[in-house]
C-alpha cells in the first residue's frame, strides 16, 4: 500500500524558512519521480514543483520559483522541499506523491503570518 507522510510544517513570519519532508512507503522510492503539491484555504490544489528518480532534473511553478528548493536522497528514501522566503500567499497544506499517483497523503501545514 502506497503511503505519504509529510511533516516540517508550521508557523512562520513572511521572510522566513521551513524545510518540509516526505518518506513515502509502498513502493521503490529511488524509481520514481516525485512532486510537492499544496492546497491552499479554500483553492484547488495546485503543483509546486518536480524531481526526477536520480534528482538531476527539477521543475518549480513560477510562484515559487527562486524561493523553494525540492531535493531527494535515495539512500534515506525521503523528499524535501526547502522554502525560504516564504509570503502570506504560500500558507497551504502542502502534499507530496508520484506523478501517477491518485492519492494523497495527510499533507502538513505551513501558515506565514506575523
Known amino acids: 500500500q502506497v503511503q505519504f507522510v509529510e511533516s516540517g510544517g508550521g508557523l512562520v513570519q513572511p521572510g522566513g524558512s521551513l524545510r518540509l519532508s516526505c518518506a513515502p512507503s509502498g513502493f521503490t522510492f529511488h524509481l520514481n519521480s516525485m512532486q510537492w503539491w499544496r492546497q491552499p484555504p479554500g483553492k484547488e490544489r495546485e503543483w509546486v514543483a518536480h524531481?526526477?528518480?536520480?534528482?538531476?532534473?527539477?521543475n518549480y511553478a513560477e510562484s515559487v520559483k527562486g524561493r523553494f528548493t525540492i531535493s531527494r536522497d535515495n539512500d534515506k528514501g525521503t523528499l524535501y522541499l526547502q522554502m525560504d522566503n516564504l509570503q502570506s500567499e504560500d500558507t497551504a497544506v502542502y502534499y507530496c506523491?508520484?506523478?501517477?499517483?491518485?492519492?494523497w497523503g495527510q499533507g502538513t501545514q505551513v501558515t506565514v503570518a506575523s
Open positions: 524531481i526526477s528518480s536520480p534528482g538531476t532534473y527539477t
Open positions: 506523491r508520484r506523478p501517477t499517483d491518485t492519492t
